[in-house]
């Protein structure tokens, strides 16, 4: 058991939260019991998480995404009345961590991405702020564009979309950002990286890569985003001696 304070005051610190600008509030967004047992993790703070959060008689959620982005309506009516209201009435807190988990240099999305595509030497990429929402780094031997689109899409059990570099060159270095980070691969092609993956593409992207000769993986928004809130929640698991559980909804983009 861990008090809710606490624990806000810890994972806070542990992702530096006060040193990071985002587009939401990180750390507890909704506040519920003050004793926390068991904690439920997950990517976002859907419907069909809290609920699931609800039946697993959870006191806490833990999300990469949760509520109050920058941009959205104030009220709180229709889908995030709902939402709000079943966290609300059972009294679970709701922690939320976004850009600083993508970036943290060990239980981060994109350092979960880089151990499980085995990526070697990474470091951030040059330039960019916060440190690490980009990273870089090399593979272990070089590989053909198709083999590494068939890796990638066998770890993480989704079939990744491949634009390829002009010159189909072979792929030794690497860059990446999980989730929507399509916007970083002209900073990548810039500093002669080799393939560049995130999670989303967008119509300009496929003209950058074939233009800037790199190749380009867009492996989904949410798969790439699965592991940084799972290695999270089990270092809680070890670290305080809670019951965690990470349960992941579908999400197809």
Not at 13 to 36: A, R, S, V, W
Not at 173 to 200: K, L, P, R, S
């Amino acid at each position: 058991m861990i008090q809710r304070r606490y624990l806000e005051n810890h994972l806070n610190d542990l992702l530096t939260i006060n040193l990071i600008k985002d587009y939401c509030p990180n750390g507890l967004q909704i506040q519920g019991k003050n004793e926390i047992k068991k904690i439920i993790t997950g990517v976002t703070a859907t419907q069909a998480l809290i609920e699931q959060a609800i039946a697993q008689k959870a006191d806490a959620l833990l999300v990469h995404h949760g509520f109050f982005w920058k941009n959205e309506a104030y009220a709180i009516k229709g889908m995030k009345h709902k939402r709000i209201k079943a966290l609300l009435e059972h009294d679970i807190n709701l922690f939320a961590y976004h850009l600083p988990l993508d970036a943290h240099a060990e239980l981060g999305n994109n350092a979960q991405l880089g151990k499980l595509l085995t990526i070697e030497n990474t470091k951030p990429l040059l330039g960019l702020k916060p440190e690490g929402i980009v990273m870089q780094g090399a593979l272990n031997k070089p590989l053909l564009a198709q083999e590494f689109s068939e890796q990638i899409s066998t770890r993480l059990q989704r079939q990744c979309l491949h634009i390829a570099a002009t010159s189909n060159k072979t792929i030794k270095t690497v860059a990446w950002c999980t989730g929507g980070g399509q916007g970083y691969i002209e900073a990548a092609a810039e500093q002669g990286i080799d393939a560049f993956i995130t999670g989303e593409a967008s119509e300009q992207t496929t003209h950058i890569a074939r233009e800037m000769d790199i190749h380009f993986f867009a492996a989904g928004h949410h798969a790439t985003e699965r592991y940084g809130i799972k290695a999270l929640g089990e270092y809680l698991q070890q670290k305080f001696d809670l019951a965690v559980e990470f349960i992941d909804i579908d999400n197809p983009v």
